[in-house]
């Protein structure tokens, strides 16, 4: 397949890239933005790959996007490119709207113009996967079923509910003009190359720094967390094999409480990387929470594990301690962010 994915520096999106490169012959045109959390080195040896095109562009810009679809000629789009901090849609939400609901608005209009004009045969393999999140379905009490498939809409937060908009232009571009689409929900993802705001690598870094370590309230909100290499995985699934029309949960059934996932790594670092000063968990500060935080998120994987005869591979521990290892082994990567543009910004208890 030819795949004009969006956002393909980023977190989720580079591991979908390094998956296709090593395991697929998919050819990929990278559209990425290039925004604060982008990283070239994110995609490692992929990269490089002939069969890997990045071109600098904002999904805003319609005239880059037709011009995009019409000289690649992509049999799918993978739309990952979004604004995906909460805490950065609290302090300036004008941002999510514009990339989450603008951009998105774009892609599908660069997309249906595009599809339009494809023979029928093409017209029908064509795919418009669009990558979002659980969050959109609002929060769960403790006792609440996962989210699943058929969960009503209830986002809480400028982040949930400009990526809830998104994902209900995708389905009107289908039921209104027949573009073939797919929307997958996920879980919280984790793993290498994670930028450093988001709470596990928050937490891993300022513990090998001795920085004090922020968990909101009492940390006692919970996620479901999902390796992002069993992400990616599961997304490429998704675009080869999807229904059109279809929506698909992903996630690994391995729900944390917040504080549960700190004392986890204060843990599995006091082993990897032993401090001087004793026992991590002296580090754990917390903070005053932030408003509106969800309490709890699930999701249900059934019907998306059978549909794709897809399970992840890692439960939590595992996946963490190899997150661990790559951030240990990694160390001028984030050291870099840390002191330099990213210098100064707020380092908030993600999740």
Request: glycine residues 6%; charged residues 20%; aromatic residues 10%.
């Amino acid at each position: 397949m030819k795949i004009l994915l969006t956002g393909g520096c980023g977190f989720i999106g580079s591991a979908v890239i390094r998956r296709a490169m090593a395991a697929t012959s998919h050819e990929i045109l990278n559209i990425d933005k290039m925004t604060y959390a982008a990283s070239e080195a994110a995609l490692d040896t992929a990269g490089a790959n002939a069969r890997h095109t990045l071109l600098r562009a904002d999904i805003c810009d319609a005239p880059a996007m037709t011009a995009a679809f019409q000289k690649f000629q992509p049999d799918a789009v993978m739309h990952l490119a979004a604004e995906s901090h909460v805490d950065r849609s609290i302090d300036g939400p004008a941002a999510f709207i514009q990339t989450n609901l603008v951009g998105t608005f774009v892609l599908l209009e660069a997309a249906r113009a595009y599809w339009s004009t494809l023979p029928d045969s093409k017209k029908q393999q064509f795919r418009f996967h669009h990558i979002s999140t659980d969050e959109v379905f609002g929060a769960l009490d403790l006792t609440d079923p996962p989210f699943t498939e058929t969960t009503p809409y209830d986002p809480r937060s400028p982040y949930s509910a400009s990526k809830a908009g998104s994902d209900h232009l995708v389905r009107a571009w289908h039921h209104t003009y027949g573009l073939p689409v797919i929307v997958s929900n996920t879980t919280n993802n984790y793993g290498p190359w994670q930028f450093p705001e988001k709470l596990i690598p928050l937490i891993i870094l300022n513990a090998l720094e001795e920085k004090p370590l922020p968990v909101y309230g009492e940390g006692q909100n919970m996620r479901d967390w999902l390796y992002v290499e069993d992400h990616a995985e599961a997304l490429l699934k998704v675009v080869e094999t999807g229904v059109p029309g279809a929506t698909y949960c992903i996630g690994a059934r391995q729900p944390r409480k917040n504080l549960d996932v700190v004392k986890t790594i204060c843990a599995l670092l006091d082993l990897k990387h032993p401090s001087p000063h004793g026992p991590r968990e002296r580090l754990i500060t917390f903070v005053r929470d932030r408003p509106g935080h969800d309490f709890r998120y699930e999701i249900d994987p059934s019907a998306a594990e059978s549909a794709l005869g897809w399970q992840a591979a890692h439960d939590f521990e595992r996946g963490l301690a190899a997150t661990i290892d790559w951030y240990l082994a990694n160390q001028s990567w984030w050291q870099a962010i840390r002191a330099g543009k990213y210098s100064g910004q707020r380092l908030g208890a993600a999740a």
